[in-house]
Structure formats: structure tokens, C-alpha cells
């Protein structure tokens, strides 16, 4: 069974924990780690398999581990991924909006290559990207429209130097549109998805991104509508949000542990 490291113990790192524990992914869950060790401990303390608390990222990929999966943000990619690839262990990604900063892309890439090891990224909250991938070569346009109750983008970059108080918004409202690199930096922990989307067709300067804030809804809507030479694909997932956090949506925490899940098994396994 494959020996798993966890680095971040929140809403996601929490339901991987458990969907290890429980025997749905069938690996072991050794090691983890959280910037704040409380954290890391009441997960622990969820588990009847207890994994190690370790001090620092470093001591979570050095030790005897076959992969790392990140729960945690997209710093924790920029200042851990390579170090992890180094040290010889695969890396899952959650934090995805990371990689649209072209250096950050490329050094990881080099890094998978000069190490022989794999990064792997979860389709998260949307659905359909196995047909963007098919179809890159022949994509034109591709438009992602983000609708959130306005609750969960509290603490996004984007209200420091806006007008617009999320605790005030009465109707639908237009927060952002533009292209998907500015649209990951200002809502960091609210539209991974437009950079999975970025990464596996037009890129983060030609993909488009609309965010909208609704306070009459209760669910995290991302609808994407690509275009090209093969034709058109229109897709919508209205996503239930975690109980823990808001911000994240259940799907994409589904995701995480169905593809974990297809690393550390063998078999049939349909799709692209």
C-alpha cells in the first residue's frame, strides 16, 4: 500500500484523512503537517490510525513516503513543491492557482522531469475537463462564469481596494471580469478552477473569467462555455460548499479522494 503524507489538515486535508482512515482510498495515511499544530492534532485525534505529526514541511517529505498530498494554499506549493519533488515523493496539488505564475510552472515541471516523479492535479469543483483536454489543439474561446454567495469570497484580495463590502451585497453583483491569471490573484482561495481550465487549454491570458456574487444562493456555481474548430462544450456544476469552509466546495474535496484513490489502486479506471 502506498505510504501517503498529508501537508495541510483543513476542510480538504481533513476529508482525505478520513476517506484513507476508513479504507475508501487504500493507502496509509504516515505523516502530516499544518502551520498550525493544533490543527494537525485535532485531525489526528478524528483517526484511528494515527499518522505522525512532524515539526515542518521539510520532515514531512523526507521521511518514507511514496506521495504528498497539498491541502494547504497556494504558498504552500511555492515555497514546498520542489523540495518535495527533491526529495523523491510524487505531489497531488490542491492549490492549483499556483501554477499560473509561469515560474513557479516551470520550475516544477523541471522538477518532475529531473526526478523522475509526478504531479498530479485534481479536476476539483467542475466537471468536463477529460474533453478540454481532447480538444485543446482546436480550442478558440474559453469563458468560465464563477457564481458564490457572497459570504464565502469574504477575505479575497479583491475588497482591499475595492468599493464593494461583501457583507452588503443585496442582489446580484458583477464582481470581476477579466482574464484568469488576475481572477486567481484576486480570489486565491475562490476560483482554482479557473486556473485547472488555464493549464489544460488556452492558458491563463486567454482564458476568460467572470465572478459573481449572489446572496440568494447557497451553492457555488462555476459554468464554463469553450468553443472551437471541434465544435462547442457547455458545462455547469452547482456545487454544495463544505460544512467546515465555505470557500470550498464538496465536489472538490469528491475529487481529491477519487482520484487519490485511482493512484493507489489497480484495475479498470475509465476516462481520460
Do not use: W
Request: hydrophobic share 40%.
Amino acid at each position: 500500500m502506498k505510504r501517503i503524507g498529508l501537508l495541510g489538515c483543513g476542510a480538504i486535508g481533513t476529508q482525505i484523512a478520513l476517506a484513507i482512515d476508513s479504507g475508501k482510498i487504500p493507502a496509509i495515511l504516515t505523516h502530516v503537517y499544518d502551520t498550525k499544530r493544533s490543527q494537525a492534532d485535532n485531525l489526528v485525534s478524528k483517526l484511528q490510525q494515527k499518522p505522525e505529526v512532524v515539526a515542518n514541511s521539510h520532515l514531512l517529505s523526507s521521511n518514507q513516503l511514496d506521495l504528498v498530498v497539498e491541502a494547504a494554499s497556494q504558498d504552500a506549493v511555492r515555497n514546498d513543491a520542489v523540495s518535495i519533488l527533491q526529495n523523491k515523493k510524487d505531489l497531488m496539488i490542491m492549490s492549483a492557482g499556483a501554477l499560473l505564475d509561469e515560474s513557479i510552472f516551470e520550475v516544477i515541471s523541471d522538477a518532475c522531469k529531473d526526478f523522475d516523479k509526478t504531479v498530479y492535479l485534481p479536476s476539483g469543483a467542475i466537471a468536463g475537463l477529460d474533453a478540454l483536454k481532447a480538444v485543446k489543439d482546436e480550442l478558440e474561446s474559453v469563458v468560465l462564469v464563477t457564481t458564490k454567495n457572497p459570504a464565502s469570497l469574504i477575505g479575497a484580495p479583491f475588497f482591499e481596494n475595492s468599493d464593494i463590502n461583501p457583507d452588503k451585497i443585496s442582489e446580484p453583483t458583477i464582481l470581476f471580469e477579466g482574464v484568469a491569471k488576475d481572477a486567481i490573484s484576486l480570489f486565491p482561495k475562490n476560483v482554482n478552477v479557473a486556473a485547472l481550465l488555464s493549464l489544460v487549454g488556452l492558458g491563463s491570458k486567454n482564458t476568460n473569467v467572470r465572478v459573481i456574487a449572489d446572496p440568494n444562493t447557497n451553492k457555488n456555481t462555476h459554468q464554463i462555455n469553450a468553443e472551437g474548430k471541434f465544435g462547442k462544450i457547455s458545462v455547469t456544476v452547482e456545487n454544495i460548499p463544505d460544512d467546515t469552509n465555505p470557500k470550498t466546495s464538496r465536489l472538490a474535496t469528491l475529487s481529491a479522494i477519487e482520484l487519490l484513490r485511482q493512484i493507489c489502486s489497480k484495475g479498470l479506471e475509465i476516462g481520460t
